[in-house]
């Protein structure tokens, strides 16, 4: 990454460039959807800050933030597009402590901030299966971490606390379903009980799809719903049987684990899709995909429309309840 490109030490080429990433066609307005550019118009003086525009159509202002994951963000624009490089282009994740001492902005911005962007990794809600006619599609679950349980203590006077479960059954599960050559999708089930797995791999899996799994009883009611299921028995050795295995969707989990421990530590289960969302993003942005670390910072860059995340609820017109 260079460091010395004006997106990231100057804040109107920041907005220059999210402007070129979100309305590459032309701008639009976000408030009534309004793509004339004849009745779009930039304002200027000194009672209009830079980017502002006004549509004609609605009589609405907005900037390039409007309807993102960066409205209402005091953050510098400068920042916000460094981040988003940062996290894109680290392999197995960004810390909040690294992008706190690295874009000069507190821990608990820098918190949030990577929590907005893992929201704008998420894939939207039209995106269709995965798979199809002659392609394979892996299936694997895996578990980490521990589930947490909260608690009121009377020796506290009434103060909550949280402890973590002890055994093996506590840890959180995570599914994975990988298009051999192509896309990941991960999910975090509540628990991952037979029922709960074979909705998730019907619903994102296209039934003209090879499914591969290993020999777990999740995936027993999948057979005959798709063209093909074969397993390999782990148990007995056996983990390849001509191009039968689930080795793909394994190496993604490997490099998952490893962010989890090696970079993050410590997730809450409540924030744990979110993380889901952001190792998914990058490994379907991957190198081998065509991707570098530039175009998949512009693909996050258009991601980040139709989606807010903030501290408080707020009702549909964007107010705190």
Request: net charge positive; hydrophobic share 35%; with cysteine.
């Amino acid at each position: 990454m260079n460091l010395s490109d004006p997106r990231f030490t100057d804040v109107t080429a920041a907005r220059a460039w999210l402007e070129a990433q979100r309305w590459a066609d032309g701008r639009v307005c976000p408030h009534c959807g309004n793509a004339d550019e004849a009745k779009i118009k930039a304002l200027a003086g000194k009672a209009h800050r830079p980017g502002v525009y006004q549509c004609n159509e609605c009589r609405e202002q907005f900037t390039v933030t409007v309807g993102t994951v960066m409205e209402r963000s005091k953050i510098p624009l400068n920042k916000w597009v460094m981040a988003m490089h940062l996290m894109s282009a680290s392999k197995k994740g960004m810390s909040a402590h690294q992008l706190h001492r690295m874009l000069g902005v507190t821990y608990k911005t820098a918190w949030f901030l990577a929590h907005r962007i893992r929201e704008a990794m998420a894939p939207g809600a039209s995106a269709g299966p995965i798979g199809g006619e002659g392609k394979i599609v892996e299936a694997d679950e895996t578990y980490f971490g521990k589930t947490e349980e909260h608690y009121v203590s009377p020796k506290r006077k009434g103060a909550p606390y949280t402890r973590r479960k002890a055994g093996t059954g506590s840890k959180l599960a995570v599914v994975s379903l990988v298009e051999r050559g192509g896309t990941v999708r991960s999910f975090h089930p509540a628990l991952a009980t037979k029922v709960a797995v074979t909705e998730i791999v019907k619903a994102n899996v296209a039934k003209e799809s090879k499914l591969f799994t290993d020999e777990s009883r999740l995936y027993g009611e999948a057979k005959g719903y798709f063209a093909d299921h074969q397993t390999t028995k782990h148990s007995a050795g056996e983990y390849v049987r001509g191009e039968v295995h689930s080795n793909t969707v394994e190496g993604f989990f490997s490099i998952f684990k490893r962010g989890m421990k090696g970079i993050y530590q410590h997730c809450d289960e409540k924030h744990l899709h979110r993380y889901l969302a952001e190792f998914d993003f990058r490994y379907n942005h991957r190198t081998k995909l065509g991707y570098s670390d530039y175009e998949r910072s512009c693909q996050l860059a258009k991601g980040l429309a139709g989606k807010r995340l903030t501290y408080r609820r707020t009702d549909e017109a964007g107010r705190h309840l």
